[in-house]
C-alpha cells in the first residue's frame, strides 16, 4: 500500500477506485467521467496529496466521516469542475441579450421595474458580472428607479470565494478590449505570493447587483414544485455537458420551471436536446437559440447511478469548458490579405525584444522547462486550456512548454503561448508566439485579432491597424456564422465586429492625439 508522500499509487488498479467513482457520479452527476478515467484520477491525486491519505478506500473514508466529510465533498467537487472564467464569453449569444432579451424584458417589466436573473453553475462570476454590466449600459439612466438581482451559484466554495471577490487576471478579461477594460475595472498592483501579475479588480457600480450562493444544479431534477420567486431570465452554459442525458433533461426542465412565463433561458452551444421541445418552446435567434417555457409537463423519472451500470460514453464533441473546434482551411481569396502577417513591416523595437520569426527560430525557440509535477508532464492543448480556464496559469505555462517541447511547430500551441504569456505579462514573447503562430497558419483569425489587442495595448497603434484589418478581411471571408477555430464559439462575423470596433476606436484616439 501506497503511503502518503509516496510515488502515486496506479488508482486503476486499485480495488477500491470504481466504487470510488460511481459513488463520485452519483453525488454530483458528472456522468461526463464515466469514460474518463484519466482526468477523474489525476484530479484524486490532488485531493490525496492534500488531504494525506494513501488510497481509494482510505479516501471514501474520509468522504464519509461526518462533518469533516462533507467538506472534503466540497473540495473534491470544486476540483472536478472546470471553472471557466472569462466575461462575455459566446459573443453571440451576449448579442442576443443585448439587441433582442434583455430590451424585451425590459419593456415587459416597465411598470414593475424588476428584473431577476440566474447565472447556474456560474463558476468564478464572470458569467454574472458580466450581465450587470450589460444590463447597466442598456438601461443606463434609468438604473437607479430598477431593482435588478443577479444571482450566481455553483457547486464550488472555491470559485463563489473567488466571484465574491471580483478580482480577476488577464486570462479571465483576455478577449476584452484595452479601453473596456479601463470602463469595467481597475488595475491591481501586483503582490507577491497573491497577484504575481498584477490584476483586475470589478468597478463596484458592476458588483452592486449580484450576490453569490453555493447549490447543486441536481436538486432542480427532483420531481417537485420549484420553489422561490420566478425568474426573468436564466443561463445555465458548459454545465449540463458533465450529466448523463436524463439528468439533463429533468435539470433542464426545472430550470424552466424557475422561469416566469415569458421568461428565457440559455444554454451551451453544444447542449440543446430535442427533449427539450416537450416543455419548452425554441426561438432561434442570430448566432444561438433561446427557450421559452411551455405549459407544465409531467415530471421525468431519474435513474440511480450505480457500480454496475455499463460505461457509456459522453456526446461527441462534449468537453469541458466548450473546448474549440478544429482548424479550418484558409480560402485562397484572403492570402493577400494576410501575407504582410508573416513579413511585418520593420520595427527595430519590436523585433530586438521579440526577434525574427522563422522555421529555424520556431523549432529551436523552446528553452528547458521549469520543474513540474507528474500531472503536469502530460501536456497537451486540452489540459493546457482546462488549466488555463480554471485560473491555473502558472501550471498551464509549465504545461504549454512541455507540449512545445514536444511540437513546437503546433500553431494552436503557439496562439496559447501568446495568450497566457500576455496573462504572464511577457509581453515580448506573447508578440513573438503570436507571430510565430500567423508564421504557421496566414488565416488564423484569431492569432491577427489578438496580434491587434496586444499592439494596442503596446501603444503601436499603427501595427494593430494592420493586425486587425488582417482579422476583419478574413472573417469577412468566411460565413457570418463560421466558429472561428480556438475563438471560444465566436463566429466570424462577430469577430469582424468587433475588430472594426477596436479599429475605429484606435483611430479615434490616434486623430485626437493629432
Known sequence: MARPGSPRPDLGADPAYAPLKARIIARTGHHYYIDKDELLIERLHRRFRAAAVADCAAYAGLLSDGASGEAEWARLEAEITVGETFFFRYAEQFQALRETILPALIAARASERVLRIWSAGCSTGAEPYSLAILVHELLGDALPDWRVAILGTDISTEALATARAAEYGRWALRTMPPEDRLRYFTRLPAAPGIRREGGYALRPEFRGPVRFERGNLLTLAAPVPSQGEPFDLILCRNVLIYF????????????????????????????????????LDAVSLPGTVAYRPRPEAPPLALAAVSAADPPRPAPQGAEPCGQRSGRIPTPSAVDAAVDAAADPAPNPAADAAAGTISAETISAETGPPDAWSAEEEAGGLDRIRTLADAGETGAAWRALRTALDRDPTDTALRFYEGLLAHTLGRDAEAERALRAA???????????????????????????????????ALSQALGPDTALPEGDGASAGEIAASAAAARAALCVTDSRRS
Open 244 to 279: 448523463e442525458a436524463r439528468t439533463v433533461a429533468a435539470v433542464v426542465r426545472g430550470l424552466g420551471r424557475r422561469l416566469r412565463p415569458d421568461g428565457w433561458l440559455l444554454l451551451g452551444h453544444a447542449e440543446p436536446s430535442p427533449a427539450f421541445a416537450s416543455f
Open 438 to 472: 500567423l508564421y504557421l497558419d496566414r488565416g488564423f483569425v484569431m492569432a491577427h485579432y489578438h496580434l491587434g489587442l496586444l499592439l494596442i495595448a503596446l501603444q503601436r497603434p499603427h501595427e494593430a491597424v494592420r493586425a486587425l484589418d488582417n482579422a476583419v
